[in-house]
T-cell receptor, first 110, second 113 residues
Framework: EDKVVQSPLSLVVHEGDTVTLNCSYE??????LLWYKQEKKAPTFLFML????IEKKSGRLSSILDKKELFSILNITATQTGDSAIYLC??????????FGQGTILTVHP | DGGITQSPKYLFRKEGQNVTLSCEQN?????MYWYRQDPGQGLRLIYY???????QKGDIAEGYSVSREKKESFPLTVTSAQKNPTAFYLC????????????FGSGTRLTVV
């Protein structure tokens, strides 16, 4: 059975802090790993990672994948209240199945 | 504009009734997916379909049924056998087995009263 595990499940920080969200996985025929941000309804795409060791950046967010150790991290620097959301990690297998982790609930206080 | 349309946005159902959630896409995507989300949690896969007239169970298929008679449509029926159906349901689609990412609908919130 494919498994994706995120940690921590919830995190409370203050504006300006840096956070690191973790995602580990055990799947058959790994193809790619995706990060999403979900605020109210549909998840919003952040990153797609397919190769180990190559950091992807978008503003204050960055992510990297380690295919040997089967994990990924999502970093958010200089957090803002608008970063408060559920962050979802998902893994795609070669058959196209998309499996999500439990999500990390991030709360950023002013 | 292309996208995924889920309807209705909100749905109330009495215990013991079956209900069908609609998901339609005009993106010409081959694959479609149904997920369930409970408050403060991640998405759990119910069913997915890579081609017309074929679908596979996900991790929590019990109490649900689907059909894929047309490429554009992937309706989900929540049956009376589903013990705790109150949840947020998201439909998604992808092209080329996810190589170009996934598109999500805006969801249906089902409440059993």
């Amino acid at each position: 059975e494919d498994k994706v595990v995120q940690s921590p499940l919830s995190l409370v920080v203050h504006e300006g802090d840096t956070v690191t969200l973790n995602c580990s996985y055990e799947v058959t025929n790994f193809r790619s790993l995706l990060w999403y941000k979900q605020e109210k309804k549909a998840p919003t795409f952040l990153f797609m990672l397919t190769s180990s060791g190559i950091e992807k950046k978008s503003g204050r967010l960055s992510s990297i994948l380690d295919k040997k150790e089967l994990f990924s991290i999502l970093n958010i620097t200089a957090t803002q209240t608008g970063d408060s959301a559920i962050y979802l990690c998902a893994v795609v297998t070669s058959y196209g199945k998309l499996t999500f982790g439990q999500g990390t609930i991030l709360t950023v206080h002013p | 504009d292309g996208g995924i349309t889920q309807s209705p946005k909100y749905l109330f159902r009495k215990e013991g009734q079956n209900v069908t959630l609609s998901c339609e896409q005009n993106l010409n995507h081959d694959a479609m997916y149904w997920y369930r989300q409970d408050p403060g949690q991640g998405l759990r896969l119910i069913y997915y379909s890579q081609i017309v007239n074929d679908f596979q169970k996900g991790d929590i298929a019990e109490g649900y049924s689907v059909s894929r008679e047309k490429k554009e449509s992937f309706p989900l029926t929540v049956t009376s056998a589903q013990k705790n159906p109150t949840a947020f349901y998201l439909c998604a689609s992808s092209k080329d087995r996810g190589s170009y990412g996934y598109t999500f609908g805006s969801g249906t919130r089902l409440t059993v009263v």
